[in-house]
C-alpha cells in the first residue's frame, strides 16, 4: 500500500496514461513482428489453427529436397539411357559396316599337273577358317598304274525314312471271352523281342486290357521299354517306345472253347519303325547318314566324308545316283561295309551276291583313264561342296586356281608344295589369311559394348542408379501414404537393371562376322535392344513428369497454407500504424490532462507565497 496520496483526477488521468503506454506497446510489438497474433493469449482459435498450417507447409517444404533429389537421379538416369541409346545406334552402324565388307583375302594357286600326276589319288584338303573339320577335293583320278579299291550302291541313293516309331493298330475295341495275344518286335537286325499276354472278360474296358498288355510288358525284359500298348481313337495299338528299325507283329488267337472274338480283330492299319538314320562302318569307320544331313546323294558325299576324314576311304558319287566308297590313294585295299541288316540293305544292295553284316563288294578294282582335274572342274568341285558353301569360294584367275577365304580366321590348305607353292597334294601347307576388317570392327564392337555397361554404370544421383536396378522412393505427403517407386522393371515387371547382358547384346567372336546371315541376326538383335532402352526411357520419362509435376504442387500447397497462415496471425500495418498514431495523440493529451490535474495541488503552495 503506497503512503503516496493522489487525488482521483490525478490518479484517473494516471490511469489513462498507463493504459495508453500498454495499447502502445501492444502495436509497437504488432509493428516489430508484423503479426497481430503471436502468442496463443492473443487469438487462441487463430493461433493454433495458424501453427497447424504452419506445420504442415514446414512439413511438405522438408520433402521437396528429397522430390528435387528424384528429379536429379532420374534425370542422370534419363541421361544415361540416351547415352546408350546413341551406343547401340553406333553398334548399329558397326554391324552395317561388317555387312557392306566384303574385303576377304584371297590367293592364286598354280596346278602341279606333273606333281600330282595319276599314279594314286591327291587331294587338295581345306581347313580353318570358318570350314567345319577338313574338307577334301580331289586333285585327280588315279591311273591304271595303281589298283584303287572301290565299292558302288546297286542302285541309286534314297535318303534314311524320316524317324519314326513302328505301330501295329487294330480294329475297334471288344470284350473277348479269352484269347491269347503274341506280340513280337522285329529289329533291323532281325533281332525279334516276344511277349505272350492272355485277354479274357476281367479285361472289360479298353483302358484294362492296355494295363494288362504293358503290364506283361514291364515284367519282360526282352520288350520292356522297347514296345509299349496305347489306345488310338478307341483301337488298341501297339508302338515302340521310340524312333527305331523295325516292324511289329501280333499273333492273336481264340482258345477252341471260347467266343470267335478276338482281340485286335482286323488289323486297322501297320506302320514299320525307323531311327531316321543309316548307321554303318567302312573299314571299321563309323559312319552315320540321317534324313535331317542327308537328304540327297551330294549331301550323303559331304557328311561321310567328314566322317571318314581320318580314313584311308572316301565317298564319291558313282554315276547315275549311286553312292560308292574308294581308296584315297590307290593300295589295293579291300573295302568292307558292315551294319545291320536294316541299314546296309536299303543304303548299299551292292555286289552279287553279298550280305549284312559282311564285306559287300569287297574285291578291289583297277581303275583306268586317270587324269588330273582342270582349273575349271577344280573350281565346279570346291564351290559345288556344300561344307564349302558360304566359307570358301574358287574362280578361274587366268588358268590359275584363286581360292578367296570368306571368313575371319585363317584358312589352311594342305597340298601346297612347300618349295613350290603351287597345288600338287603333297604334305605342304599354306595360308590364306582372314578378313582383318571385319575383324577390326568385332572389336570396335566389343569396346562399345564395354562402354555401355561402363555409361551404365556410371548414370548415379546421390548413391542411386537407377539403371543399375537400385529402388527410388520419392513421398509426396507429409503422413508418407503417397509415393512413388521407382526402378528398373521389364515387361512382366520384374527388375531388369539396364547392361549389354540383359539387353541381349552378346561379347561377339571374330567368327560371329563370317556369315552376312549372322550379321542380319545381330541386327536384329540390336533393333530389339534399342526397344528395350526406349522403352524404359519413357518409363523414366514419365516417372520425371510424375515428379516434377508433384513438385510444382507441393510448392503451390505450402504457398497456400503459409497464406492461409498469415492470413489468421498477421498484422495490418497501416491500421497498427494509424493506432500508433492516435495513441501517441492520446498520450500526449493524458499527459496535458495530468499536469492540469496536478495545478490544482499546487493552489496550495500560493499560500505560503
Not at 159 to 178: D, E, I
Not at 302 to 307: F, G, K
Not at 465 to 490: C, P, V, Y
Not at 572 to 580: K, L, S, V
Request: charged share 15%; hydrophobic share 40%; net charge negative.
Amino acid at each position: 500500500m503506497s503512503d503516496i496520496v493522489l487525488t482521483a483526477g490525478v490518479r484517473q488521468n494516471l490511469l489513462a496514461l498507463q493504459n495508453t503506454a500498454r495499447l502502445m506497446g501492444i502495436t509497437q510489438n504488432r509493428l516489430a513482428t508484423g503479426k497481430a497474433v503471436n502468442t496463443a493469449l492473443d487469438n487462441p482459435v487463430n493461433f493454433f489453427t495458424a501453427a497447424g498450417l504452419q506445420s504442415r507447409a514446414n512439413d511438405l517444404n522438408s520433402l521437396l529436397d528429397a522430390m528435387s533429389n528424384g528429379v536429379k537421379t532420374l534425370e542422370a538416369a534419363s541421361n544415361g539411357t540416351t547415352s546408350i541409346t546413341k551406343t547401340i545406334e553406333a553398334m548399329k552402324s558397326t554391324l552395317q559396316q561388317a555387312r557392306q565388307d566384303k574385303s576377304f583375302k584371297s590367293k592364286s594357286y598354280i596346278v602341279d599337273t606333273t606333281t600330282i600326276g595319276t599314279a594314286g589319288t591327291k587331294q587338295l584338303q581345306i581347313s580353318g577358317g570358318s570350314v567345319t573339320g577338313t574338307v577334301s577335293i580331289d586333285l585327280n583320278t588315279a591311273g591304271i598304274g595303281g589298283t584303287q579299291s572301290s565299292i558302288v550302291t546297286g542302285s541309286a541313293y534314297a535318303a534314311p525314312t524320316t524317324a519314326r516309331a513302328a505301330l501295329y493298330t487294330g480294329s475297334t475295341f471288344a470284350v473277348v471271352t479269352a484269347a491269347a495275344i503274341t506280340i513280337s518286335f522285329t529289329t533291323g537286325n532281325n533281332v525279334t523281342a516276344t511277349v505272350a499276354v492272355t485277354l479274357d472278360t476281367t479285361e472289360g474296358t479298353l483302358q484294362e486290357q492296355i494295363d494288362k498288355i504293358n503290364a506283361a510288358i514291364l515284367l519282360d525284359s526282352d520288350t520292356n521299354g522297347v514296345i509299349k500298348a496305347q489306345s488310338n481313337g478307341g483301337k488298341l495299338e501297339i508302338t515302340t517306345v521310340g524312333n527305331a528299325d523295325g516292324a511289329i507283329t501280333v499273333a492273336d488267337t481264340v482258345p477252341a472253347s471260347g467266343a470267335a472274338v478276338k482281340v485286335f480283330g482286323a488289323v486297322a492299319g501297320t506302320q514299320s519303325g525307323s531311327d531316321g538314320q543309316y548307321v554303318f562302318g567302312v573299314n571299321g569307320t563309323s559312319v552315320t547318314l540321317s534324313s535331317v544331313d542327308s537328304p540327297s546323294l551330294t549331301t550323303a558325299i559331304n557328311t561321310a566324308n567328314l566322317q571318314l576324314a581320318s580314313a584311308a576311304f572316301e565317298a564319291y558319287d558313282a554315276g547315275t545316283g549311286k553312292l560308292g566308297f574308294r581308296e584315297k590313294i590307290a593300295n589295293g585295299t579291300t573295302i568292307t561295309v558292315t551294319g545291320t541288316t536294316t541299314d546296309v540293305a536299303l543304303l548299299t544292295a551292292v555286289g552279287a551276291g553279298s550280305t549284312a553284316n559282311s564285306a559287300i563288294g569287297s574285291a578291289p578294282t583297277a581303275s583306268s583313264g586317270g587324269a588330273v582335274k582342270t582349273v575349271d572342274e577344280l573350281v565346279a568341285a570346291i564351290n559345288a561342296n556344300v561344307s564349302l558353301q558360304n566359307r570358301v569360294t574358287a574362280t578361274n584367275d587366268n588358268g590359275q586356281l584363286r581360292l578367296t577365304n570368306m571368313s575371319t580366321a585363317n584358312l589352311t590348305l594342305t597340298g601346297v608344295g612347300s618349295v613350290s607353292g603351287k597345288i600338287d597334294g603333297t604334305v605342304g601347307t599354306a595360308t590364306i589369311n582372314g578378313n582383318d576388317v571385319r575383324q577390326n570392327l568385332v572389336k570396335q564392337f566389343n569396346d562399345l559394348r564395354d562402354q555401355l555397361d561402363k555409361t551404365a554404370d556410371d548414370s548415379s544421383f546421390g548413391g542411386v542408379n537407377l539403371l543399375r536396378g537400385d529402388q527410388l522412393k520419392i513421398t509426396f505427403n507429409e503422413t508418407g501414404t503417397s509415393t512413388l517407386l521407382i526402378q528398373a522393371k521389364d515387361q512382366n515387371g520384374n527388375v531388369r537393371p539396364i547392361s549389354a547382358a540383359n539387353l541381349n547384346i552378346s561379347f561377339l567372336l571374330n567368327s560371329d562376322f563370317n556369315f552376312d546371315a549372322n550379321i542380319d541376326s545381330l541386327l536384329d538383335g540390336l533393333t530389339q535392344s534399342l526397344n528395350i532402352i526406349r522403352s524404359q526411357a519413357s518409363t523414366f520419362g514419365s516417372n520425371l513428369s510424375v515428379v516434377q509435376n508433384r513438385t510444382e504442387f507441393t510448392k503451390q500447397m505450402i504457398s497456400t497454407l503459409e497464406t492461409g497462415s498469415d492470413g489468421l496471425v498477421l498484422a495490418d500495418t497501416n491500421e497498427e500504424g494509424a493506432n500508433m498514431l492516435a495513441l501517441q495523440t492520446r498520450q500526449q493529451l493524458s499527459t496535458t490532462a495530468l499536469s492540469l490535474a496536478n495545478q490544482a495541488s499546487q493552489a496550495v503552495l500560493r499560500l505560503f507565497g
